[in-house]
């Protein structure tokens, strides 16, 4: 591979991080607070490719050189294995992989593994109150519902079979990126979402004083009492 199709593989490589970023797609890969390195990362590669790519015509130019040659009689071509670089570039561009959903619910543990013993603050206003599953399954297991009592919650998330069988909400919790995903669960009561798994859903309701234990990791797994569901479509960022 000769130096001026490296750097046409590195400004391919850069242009499809750069087009992941300014789009939602990178949301299936890491986080959202993320995005600004991603961008400087593709613009990186993009300039240093433009450079190489200079340098090459440059090189060509002079009538003494050949076109993997710097003039001295030295080979600049790379390794065939190069090309290899495409294959991330060319999954970017044109595969959209699902989130992580059901099935990674079903086989990895609960998040609800390290006890925060904080002063929780007062729901955000609103009737119904919006959590997030992770911010209520805090506060249900760790604050024993203290913060949650008399409040009607609103929750989003997809639809997972229980270990009691019954659909639960759940929702994959990133602390970077999607290869450290674990899931938040949240057992249901009440008017329980009949639906197939993976299956979106915005449930009202209130909490209820009753845990189980995920049979993955021991976790406690807090319950809700579902008053109303709706579906959803799949969010723009589906972890929290």
Known sequence: MSRGTQAVVLAFLGGAILRASVTDLYLRYVKQGLRPFLIAAGALLVITAIV???????HLNRPEAGPDDDGHGHDHSGPGVGWLLLLPALALLFVVPPALGADTAARAGSALTDNRDVAYPPLPPGDPAEL??????????????RTLQDRRIQLTGFL?????RQPMLARIVLSCCAADGVPIKIGLRGQVPQAPANTWVRATGRWIPHTAKDPVNDADVPYFQVEDWQHMPVPAEPYE
């Open 52 to 58: 190489a790519l200079l340098q090459e015509l440059r």
């Open 132 to 145: 997030t599953l992770l911010d209520y399954g805090y506060r249900a297991v760790y604050d024993h519902g």
């Open 160 to 164: 997972a079979p229980g270990p009691d």
